[in-house]
């Protein structure tokens, strides 16, 4: 009987336990109804800071430098974040108590870390230049890091703990409210304050829907009495040529006739001033913005306007943004034309500012992941076409390769002094040679573009008495943040005009050296033209110059730019020959 008994106050006791662990279980298990408006709160808030409002304020506050409004991409940028919001909704909405509470934190953690990240701890990035946030100092994406990783521990944690009173529930539905608010905030006031963020670019530049833009205009062009062709691979550094050989060692047997100078040094070390020092000879100073300088070197006398007095039709094939704007270029230039924009796509246009909004809010050990996040690099995304049909030049190999491989050439009489600058090797990212990134594939495709028109020239008979260089606008950057910190040459070949049998001869290689003020002096010593430019400056031909001393200037690509200017003595590759002599914070960006 006992026996009996003691098992039914067992049995009554486990039922009283269940009971209290389901009515326990029961209390502590937040209602579907009580989930749904800081679920949903918590949910909308990581879309809307990353793909709508962070979007939204790096357009409003840097609207000159974009080609498009708003409407191009908001509306799609804010469907992303719906479905976005519907997605992460859906997949932590009916989940057990438990992990609703530990998934639910982590959103908060991250909405609360990407509004820290891209209003407080980014530093002085900014959008100019190449992939802003590749290289910051090392002890910085670690501080970075272990920031993020206590953050979102320490959120789990709290997720974890017992929250009988919903003090924890309740400070982090205010902290998603106040980030979401904050944002909200954000992107209004700067959308309210500019008077130009309702208006088109054609309105906020005061002008008509055209804009000038070099275009393909008579890249099919070859004179039957003089041409000159300066190609122009961007950062086309002197390792990525020496690379080339080294995985194919005929890489260059097709420049017979050239001289390949080894150890020549670019004074700049970005596009921006670089191209547009290489065409006109006159240097940068950090006391002009961006647009002051083109208006300065292209309305003054330069070695372009030399070239166009000799006779020659002057062709620049290049992008806007950092060789010129629709408002410097000058008239001279003979591919320039009045082109109207069209956007290519509205989707790509929302999904690359989407993507823009996850770079600004990642931690900075994630930045590098992100490819070329700068102003400029929307105006891929936009088509120029002049009113005669012409099509904008955009530089990039695969665009720039089938347009030449398709050319039907025709002859003129006039001179021709044709610039083709293309990418190149900007995108390098990989020494393999199988690598479609790498610096030999990247060469590999910018060859091809350049040999198309030596083979006409061969074809035609002109080969012999053509001007040709192949050359970089400055080297492998290598980084963007500090000051030079390892070697940079840019490779160099040379071929001026010459009799038959010099223009068979094999590649020659050359240890001279040289710099890129030596290049438009030996174009007009090849062409038979006195340049007063080059000889005010006692700039000599590439063929006479072995310097003593050379000179590179650095500029960093973040916040307040940092100038360092370098004189090189002896060997260029040596870097124990780099010497800095100045260095000189201006308080802006280069680009700026």
């Not at 017979?256 to 004074?267: K, M, P, R, S, V």
């Not at 330069?302 to 006779?311: F, M, P, S």
């Amino acid at each position: 009987m006992k026996n009996i008994e003691k098992n039914k106050n067992d049995n009554k006791n486990k039922e009283n336990q269940t009971v209290t662990s389901e009515k326990k279980e029961k209390l502590e298990t937040t209602p579907k109804k009580k989930r749904l408006a800081v679920t949903l709160i918590a949910t909308f808030a990581l879309p809307f800071i990353l793909l709508v409002a962070t979007p939204l304020i790096v357009f409003s506050n840097n609207i000159n430098e974009f080609l498009f409004s708003w409407k191009d991409f908001l509306p799609l940028c804010f469907l992303f974040a719906v479905i976005i919001c519907g997605i992460l909704f859906s997949a932590i909405f009916f989940l057990p108590e438990r992990a609703y509470r530990i998934c639910l934190h982590i959103v908060i953690a991250f909405d609360l870390l990407f509004f820290i990240q891209s209003t407080y701890l980014n530093g002085s990035m900014s959008l100019s230049g190449d992939n802003m946030g590749g290289s910051p100092a090392l002890a910085s994406k670690i501080i970075n890091l272990i920031f993020w990783v206590l953050c979102m521990a320490g959120f789990v944690v709290l997720a974890i703990l017992k929250d009988k009173k919903k003090y924890i529930k309740t400070v982090s539905l205010v902290l998603c409210v106040v980030v979401l608010f904050t944002q909200f905030v954000s992107a209004l006031t700067p959308m309210l304050s500019n008077k130009n963020f309702f208006k088109t670019k054609a309105e906020r530049d005061g002008t008509d829907a055209t804009i000038n833009y070099l275009t393909y205009k008579n890249m099919n062009k070859y004179s039957t009495t003089d041409n000159v062709y300066y190609f122009i691979i961007d950062r086309f550094d002197e390792n990525y040529a020496e690379e080339a050989v080294s995985h194919k060692a005929d890489f260059f047997n097709h420049l017979t006739g050239f001289t390949w100078f080894q150890d020549n040094i670019a004074l700049y070390g970005h596009t921006f001033p670089a191209m547009a020092y290489l065409l006109t000879g006159i240097e940068y100073s950090c006391e002009l913005d961006r647009c002051e300088y083109f208006k300065e070197v292209y309305s003054s006398n330069n070695y372009l306007q030399e070239i166009k007095n000799a006779g020659y039709d002057v062709n620049i094939y290049s992008e806007s943004y950092y060789t010129y704007t629709s408002s410097t270029v000058p008239d001279y230039i003979s591919n320039k034309e009045p082109c109207t924009s069209s956007l290519k796509s509205k989707f790509k246009l929302a999904w690359r500012m989407a993507e823009l909004g996850v770079f600004v809010g990642s931690p900075l050990f994630c930045k590098s992941l992100f490819n070329n996040m700068s102003s400029s690099a929307f105006d891929n995304l936009f088509e120029f076409t002049s009113l005669e049909g012409y099509t904008g030049y955009t530089g990039t190999n695969d665009i720039v390769l089938p347009n030449v491989e398709k050319l039907e050439f025709e002859e003129t009489t006039n001179k021709q002094f044709n610039v083709i600058h293309i990418e190149g090797c900007h995108e390098e990212s990989s020494n393999n040679p199988d690598n479609k990134n790498s610096s030999y594939a990247l060469l590999t495709k910018s060859f091809k573009i350049i040999n198309t028109f030596i083979d006409n020239l061969k074809d035609k008979g002109l080969y012999d008495e053509a001007t040709i260089v192949i050359t970089g606008d400055h080297a492998a950057p290598y980084n963007h943040f500090v000051s030079v910190y390892n070697e940079r040459r840019m490779a160099l070949f040379f071929k001026p005009s010459q009799t038959e049998a010099e223009s068979q001869e094999t590649l020659k290689t050359s240890k001279a050296k040289v710099e890129q003020k030596n290049i438009m002096p030996t174009i007009f010593e090849s062409i038979g033209v006195t340049s007063e430019i080059a000889t005010a400056n006692g700039d000599t031909s590439l063929f006479v110059t072995d310097s003593a001393e050379r000179k590179h200037v650095w500029h960093t690509y973040v916040g307040d730019v940092t100038e360092y200017i370098y004189k090189i003595t002896g060997d260029g590759s040596n870097f124990d020959n780099w010497h800095e002599i100045s260095k000189k914070t201006y308080n802006r960006n280069v680009m700026d």
